[in-house]
Each structure stands twice: as structure tokens, then as C-alpha cells.
């Protein structure tokens, strides 16, 4: 099986930084694409930031120049570096990850179980 499992989640203050991570683990093979969803209270889930297995990335608009997606492909790991952070960044932000088990095998999605940051005033 497959797991992804998140840290870095907290408590800061506007303006400040955070740096979440998540790792994949178990059964695989390869992984596409990597990324950080997120959501407020009342709102549907929604996209942060998103990268290929080749680097290659994309943003929410909200969090363009912001905030920065990074991934190591050796320990399966994904990242979301958040600077200057604002209130509206308060959520819970998951992780995705599309993952194969086996050679020939289809991409999954997998998500992780949530980190909540909260960005006070």
C-alpha cells in the first residue's frame, strides 16, 4: 500500500513563513506529478501548487511569487515553501500524489491526511 504522510502545519503570524513536507511511502514504483491542495472551512478544496516528475510547476494565482513547490525524487518527497503568509492561507493543506505500484501499472491518486495552517492577524 501507499501512504503520504505530511508535516510542518502550525501557527504563524502574518507575514511569516512556513515549510510543509510530505513523503510517500510503501508500495512504489514511480510518481508523476506531486502537489498541495488546500481547504478553508466552508469551501471546496483547491489547488496551491503542483509539480512534474520533471520539475516543472504551476500555481494558484493567490499564491504566485509567494510560495514555492519543490520536490526530491530520491526520498519521495514533495514541498511547500510559504512565505509571507496572509489570513486567507488559513487551511487544511493536503498533499497528491500520483503514484504507480508497479511497472505497467496505473497511476493512482493518493492523498494525504491533511496539515492545518493557520495564519493569524
Known amino acids: 500500500q501507499v501512504q503520504l504522510v505530511e508535516s510542518g502545519g502550525g501557527l504563524v503570524q502574518a507575514g511569516g513563513s512556513l515549510t510543509l513536507s510530505c513523503a510517500a511511502s510503501?508500495?512504489?514504483?514511480?510518481?508523476?506529478?506531486m502537489g498541495w491542495y488546500r481547504q478553508a472551512p466552508g469551501k471546496q478544496r483547491e489547488l496551491v501548487a503542483r509539480i512534474s516528475s520533471g520539475g516543472r510547476t504551476n500555481y494558484a494565482d493567490s499564491v504566485k511569487g509567494r510560495f514555492t513547490i519543490s520536490r526530491d525524487n530520491a526520498k519521495n518527497t514533495v514541498y511547500l515553501q510559504m512565505n509571507s503568509l496572509k489570513p486567507e492561507d488559513t487551511a487544511v493543506y493536503y498533499c497528491?500524489?500520483?503514484?504507480?505500484?508497479?511497472?505497467?501499472?496505473?497511476?493512482?491518486?493518493?492523498w494525504g491526511q491533511g496539515t492545518q495552517v493557520t495564519v493569524s492577524s
Open positions: 497528491n500524489a500520483a503514484i504507480s505500484s508497479g511497472s505497467g501499472s496505473y497511476f493512482l491518486s493518493y
Open positions: 510503501g508500495s512504489i514504483f514511480s510518481i508523476n506529478d
